[in-house]
């Protein structure tokens, strides 16, 4: 274990040496992680037997980033409650994003009529000019700013810096037991009550999820459904247990993307995405975690952003049903951007 000065200093040099790196700490523990080395492309089919860490994007027919483990540092968590400054931000094209999102949304819900879907994730970027600041420093109010969260910094050539704290694990598996957990609906507040839109969509999340992992798991169990909260919002969740006999790629596979991150049918969500979407996805809505030999801890990469220089975007998404109202789903998205805007504005 080094001092926490030191694994800063790490961040900032990697960043600057451009040497491929993830920093990352995982929800309710008081340790972060790094590890530092060589990174290669990665498909979605090799992942079996890899030892280190995994950055996957949404479309599965494109290349991922795997980090060897070679370099594994790791350093005691310091939790900052006050920041000396905000770091200054401005955003773009505010007005022609809504508009463009709102008008996205009303189609999506005329298509999931016409076309029988049961749901269907749309999902954009925001983007904001921020000062030049060090990665260090932003990766220090993310951890802090997001203790119940799998929070991490990310950097390679091929990627640039990506930074999120997600609430939403995709998969872990240990000794052959699995665990799971679906995830969907939003809210701002506790008290409120969820809606049957909201417990509609989570049902859907939820079916589809174990019909996935039927075809490569054994006992599957689920869990009451609960509540959880994630920074500033709240959401439905439950967890689905299952003993693994197939392979570590094929159940990553099966699970990637769930419902909550592209909607229902599977496939027919998917194709629709790539085909309106104006945007790549990129690793927004992929998947990231450790990965070693027959076992893994991956999340779902949501509450994210990619830094390029003085450019922050920012991505998130809102799950579309026949039930959704355009305006609510852009109010929603707005929600899910301040897991990240908390970084820039706390003080």
Known sequence: MIPIKEFIELIDSSVKSKIPFVAYKFGGKDIVSSIIGSSERITSNELDGK???????????????????????????????????????????????????????????????????????AS?????????????????????????????????????????????????????????????????????????????????????????????????????????SAANLFHLRNSITAKTIGKISEIINS???????????????????LKNEKYNREFYTGYLGIINENECNLFVNIRCAQITGNKLKIFVGAGITPDSIPENEWNEILEKSKTILRVFNSS
């Not at 401005?90 to 996205?104: A, C, H, L, M």
Request: hydrophobic fraction near 35%; charged fraction near 25%; include cysteine.
């Open 255 to 273: 699970l990637h993307p769930t419902p909550a991150v592209a909607g229902s049918p599977k496939q027919c969500s998917i194709d629709y995405i």
């Open 51 to 121: 030892n280190g860490f995994i950055f996957m994007p949404f479309d599965s027919s494109e290349n991922g980033i795997y980090i060897k483990s070679q370099k594994k540092i790791i350093t005691k968590s310091v939790v900052q409650s006050i920041f000396n400054d905000p770091i200054q931000h401005t955003q773009i094209n505010f007005k022609n994003k809504k508009k463009e999102f709102v008008s996205y949304v009303s189609k999506a819900i005329n298509n999931i009529k016409k076309l029988k879907l049961r749901k269907i994730v």
């Open 124 to 228: 954009t970027c925001l983007e904001y000019s921020i000062r030049d600041v060090a990665e260090s420093e932003i990766f220090m109010r993310l951890i802090s700013l997001n203790p119940s969260a799998f929070s991490y910094m990310f950097f390679s050539e091929e990627t640039g810096v990506w930074i999120g704290a997600s609430p939403e694990q995709l998969v872990e598996i240990k000794n052959n037991n699995l665990t799971a957990h679906a995830l969907a609906a939003t809210k701002t507040d506790h008290n409120q009550k969820w809606s049957d839109k909201e417990f509609s969509e989570q049902q859907i999340v939820l079916r589809d999820m174990i019909n996935n992992l039927a075809e490569n798991c054994d006992d599957i169990s689920i869990s009451k459904l609960e509540t959880i």
